[in-house]
């Protein structure tokens, strides 16, 4: 199917939607086209190529709503899948703030190039992909003889999304992305065999970062967990490197969404405009960024993006509003949820925040825990690396950290020059002071 | 049911696009047609305002070579999509041979989900009132309830797959599930906390008492946070409640034992096949078995008929869970294992219903035997390093034990440990085993599958709290 085809088909849908009953609609209409190697042992293990197509489907009828999605595009099975939808949106309550959001703030022009789509996608090759996955792997087998195992990912996806809204919204937005990544595990001498990766996501192929980086990186970080043991409990500074860092910023998220606010599930209700972190926090949310993998024109909703500092200098400046939850609360939307995340950088690299530290403890990675987003609480499971006179001296593991949100992000005393590019929160590695770790 | 007519393919359509799939050299390839239909309605505010459903339709082609994987789907049911699919996914194999036409004979097997009415003959009318009813429940039960969050969500997924081995296997997987959050304040404090319920069942699982239970437990799980705090930090007992403290298994043991870790030597348990692991009392399985349970499965996705499958049979390890691929590399009869989320994606060795069997103990008995400990209570989710083996699991909400009884209510804790360290950890074990019928999924490998868990109430002897000093 052609764009100029998704789009009659998302306003043929529009008029059913309406034909059978709806005040209002919003369809939006997706293809992806993905391929995965997987390479292990010298081999492919699992190699997997698809192509995916899906309409999704907002019903605003006498102020109820619904919403639908369904992956088969004929329109015999459409029509009959619209009837029922509207069909059965008009069993549900009524709800005054149930509507499409006003033209207004749909983007005035949306022609800015946020280049997240490679013309160069089609010209890449099984040959290249594979040539790829192989390098990677080899690279992470020829780092030491304890490897037991290393795997090579490679993907990538194109895909097209239509959008239109019945009230004169028309979005399109074309993009491609790429990711390498290795897993290695390796033997240690206590039975264990500890693992990691080294992982990059991308929109432009060119920007990948070389097999030997990413084959190398992986099995150097599962090797250095060789020995890892636990240690005592107490309060302990933390450095968080920077690819694990988004996960701290998380605890932030869903409190700084208008829904949590409306359905007071937010610790930070109440707090626009007032302190929730240290003054070197500055959080930017910024959709435009030239290649990023969170960048549109639009969200979901059709909002017009807009970059915003989301925290100013450890002060919180704006919620994530949304149509709905915005309308609920008497607040202007803004965009629902997060683009791409950006942080006021530091001066100092990881190595300078390292030596340092008298004593700490430098975080690589969470394993599981969760927090509680009305009340900021927080307690999540961590590896990482023990730090004493500036000096890595022994990995650590099966350790937790704790803590409430508010207190925690005053904690924060340093922030690094050395923002994550691969995902779409680029944190910097940071240094909190006094956090509570519990180990033996 | 007639999944030929369901699905418009017949036998020939099937052994063409099996030809198709095997013309490069590939072992076995399976079809796997799926169409599935997902409604969820939901209450805010207490107002039933919001209605979703979603269709989905498709075929997954699987070729394998050896312990290499060709996949590829489509979403159109044609001959010439799947061809074009089958031949995709062939590429996996590099030679060129004709295979002969499959004999395909209907192997039928046991219904482990009977339901009274398919999900397709309820409307959303006849749901809405019971939404209402629930909400009223939570309000009434206690005056601090502020807010309250309801989705009813159910799902039919009709599975028809045919295997180059000739196998024909049709299976029709219905979920119920309702998820009640409630928020309360008290001296301007909020909490909020969760009760769900859900089973491979029709509407007749939401009886009364099952409408009470998870208004109670919400309001109950919510109000009880206010007296909570963090426990003390470190290395301590700890006494796992009986029922989703399953959850222990599921990450401590559960992920270790998929045979594909096992199999690339990853994991942890890689080694301990036929040791003793634990105390002689402990016994896990995992189970697809278990009428009308999340987990439970009449056939894998595979096609290979489910069992009970003990992982520990009185302290020894028996068998990890398996797929085609790995059974085949250790040699053993399929575990019925293989599963996966949907026609877009390859199956893997996955959990079903993963439990511990009663043991010698008393639950009285054991918060008897603690002087200083944590009686861990509900858990909301958890994660393991397969090759280290930490894992970890978050309680939502227990007590500390202090002299043989619990005191304290604690809160929002991480707990991290070591499996096969815990597993040995394991001293007591009691007699009061509960399967948890929570909406658990199971992630693996960017895959979501439905599993339940459960646990008799037991001890550890020491594992790391998260908390303060």
């Known amino acids: 199917m052609t764009t100029e085809e998704r789009i009659e088909l998302a306003q043929w849908a529009i008029k059913q939607v309406l034909t059978n009953g709806a005040n209002e609609s919003a369809v939006s209409i997706s293809n992806r086209r993905n391929i995965e190697i997987q390479y292990r042992d010298k081999k492919i293990e699992r190699l997997k ?215 007071k599930s937010s610790f930070l209700d109440g707090m626009l405009n007032k302190k929730i972190a240290s003054p070197l926090l500055t959080v930017i949310d910024d959709p435009f960024l030239e290649k990023g ?89 961590i ?46 590695s940071m240094l909190f002071e006094g956090v509570q770790f519990s180990g033996i | 049911m007639d999944y030929y007519n369901h699905f418009g393919i017949t036998n020939s359509d099937i052994q063409i696009v099996i030809a198709e799939a095997l013309s490069r050299g590939g072992d076995y390839c399976d079809i796997y047609f799926q169409h599935k239909i997902s409604n969820s309605i939901g209450l805010e505010d207490k107002s039933v305002n919001r209605a979703y459903s979603n269709v989905d339709f498709g075929v997954g082609i699987r070729v394998l070579k050896g312990d290499q994987t060709g996949y590829s789907f489509t979403e159109e049911m044609t001959v010439k999509a799947m061809k074009s699919a089958a031949k995709t996914a062939a590429n996996i194999a590099k030679d060129s041979r004709t295979i002969p036409p499959q004999q395909l004979k209907v192997h039928s097997g046991p219904d482990y989900y009977p339901v009274q009415t398919r999900w397709e003959d309820v409307s959303v009318d006849q749901k809405i009132p019971l939404l209402h009813l629930i909400n009223e429940k939570v309000f009434a039960k206690d005056q601090r309830i502020i807010k309250s969050n309801i989705m009813f969500s159910d799902e039919t997924s009709y599975i028809f797959l045919a295997t180059s081995e000739g196998k024909i296997i049709s299976d029709y997987q219905p979920m119920g599930s309702v998820y009640v959050t409630a928020t309360a304040e008290q001296n301007g404090r909020r909490e909020q906390n969760y009760a769900n319920l859900a089973g491979r069942k029709g509407i007749e699982f939401l009886t009364a008492a099952a409408i009470d239970k998870l208004a109670t437990d919400a309001v109950q799980k919510t109000v009880e946070l206010f007296e909570a705090e963090k426990p003390r930090a470190g290395e301590m007992e700890v006494v796992l409640a009986a029922g989703s403290s399953g959850i222990l298994l599921h990450e401590a043991i559960g992920h270790g034992m998929e045979a594909d870790f096992n199999r690339k030597g990853t994991s942890i348990f890689a080694d301990k096949m036929n040791k003793p692991v634990a105390e002689k009392f402990v016994s896990i399985l995992d189970d697809g078995t278990n009428p009308g349970y999340r987990g439970s499965i009449n056939v894998d996705d595979e096609g290979n008929d489910t069992e009970k499958t003990f992982l520990i049979k009185d302290g020894i390890l028996r068998s990890y869970m398996h797929d085609r691929i790995s059974a085949r590399f250790y040699k ?138």
């Open chain 1, 49 to 263: 190529e698809s192509v995916q197509n899906s309409l999704s489907l907002e019903i605003y009828a006498d102020q109820r709503y619904s919403a639908h999605s369904t992956n088969d595009l004929r329109r015999l099975f459409l029509q009959n899948f619209f009837r029922e939808a509207v069909s059965s949106t008009k069993y549900l309550n009524p709800d005054p703030f149930r509507a499409l959001p006003e033209a207004k703030y749909y983007p005035q022009k949306a022609d800015r190039d946020l280049k997240i789509y490679d013309p160069s996608f089609h010209i890449i090759q099984p040959a290249d992909r594979l040539k790829l996955a192989r390098q990677i792997e080899a690279a992470a087998m020829s780092q030491s003889d304890k490897i037991i195992s290393a795997t090579a990912g490679y993907s990538d996806v194109h895909y097209e999304n239509v959008q239109i809204h019945s009230n004169g919204f028309v979005g399109i937005s074309t993009g491609t992305m790429y990711a390498a990544s290795a897993e290695v595990t390796v033997q240690d001498k206590n039975g264990g065999r500890p693992e990691d990766w080294c992982s990059a996501s991308v929109r432009f192929h060119c920007d990948l970062p070389p097999a030997d980086m990413i084959g190398k990186t992986a099995a150097d970080r599962a090797l250095r967990k060789i020995g890892q043991c636990k240690v005592e409990s107490g309060k302990y500074d933390m450095i968080v490197e920077n690819r694990s860092g988004s996960r701290l910023l998380s605890l932030f998220q869903t409190p700084m969404t208008a829904r949590a606010l409306q359905q």
């Open chain 1, 293 to 381: 993998l969170a960048s549109r024109l639009f969200d979901s909703e059709g909002l017009a993006a807009e970059k915003k500092n989301m925290i100013e200098n450890g002060i919180l400046r704006h919620y994530y509003i949304d149509n709905y939850y915005g309308k609920k609360l008497g607040m202007e939307p803004n965009a629902g949820s997060p683009s791409n995340i950006r942080l006021r950088t530091g001066e100092k690299s990881r190595e300078e925040m390292i030596g340092n530290l008298s004593r700490g403890i430098l975080i690589t990675g969470f394993i599981g825990g969760n927090s509680n987003t009305t009340t900021g609480d927080f307690s999540y499971g």
């Open chain 1, 383 to 428: 590896v990482g690396l023990l730090i004493e006179n500036g000096e890595i001296v022994k990995p650590v593991n099966e350790m937790n950290i704790s803590g409430n949100a508010g207190d925690f992000w005053n904690r924060l005393v340093e922030i690094g020059n050395d923002p994550y590019t691969y995902a779409a929160a680029q944190t910097p």
């Open chain 2, 332 to 469: 053993v009869k399929p575990t019925g294992n293989g599963r996966r989320q949907s026609f877009r994606y390859a199956p893997l060795p996955r959990m079903r219903n993963t439990y511990m069997l009663p043991g010698p103990h008393k639950k009285e008995e054991i918060i008897r035997s603690v002087k200083n400990g944590l009686y861990a209570e509900s858990f909301t989710n958890g994660q393991v390093f397969i090759g280290a083996g930490d894992f970890t699991f978050y309680v939502k909400f227990g007590y500390m034990i202090e002299d043989g009884k619990l005191t304290k209510p604690v809160k929002d804790v991480n707990i991290i440990g070591n499996g096969p360290e815990v597993l040995k950890n394991i001293i007591m074990v009691a007699d009061d085993f509960i399967m948890d019928e929570g909406g658990w999924t199971c992630g693996k490998d960017g895959q979501g599958v439905p599993v339940s868990l459960g646990l008799p109430t037991v001890k550890v002897s020491r594992i790391t709290v998260g908390g303060k000093s």
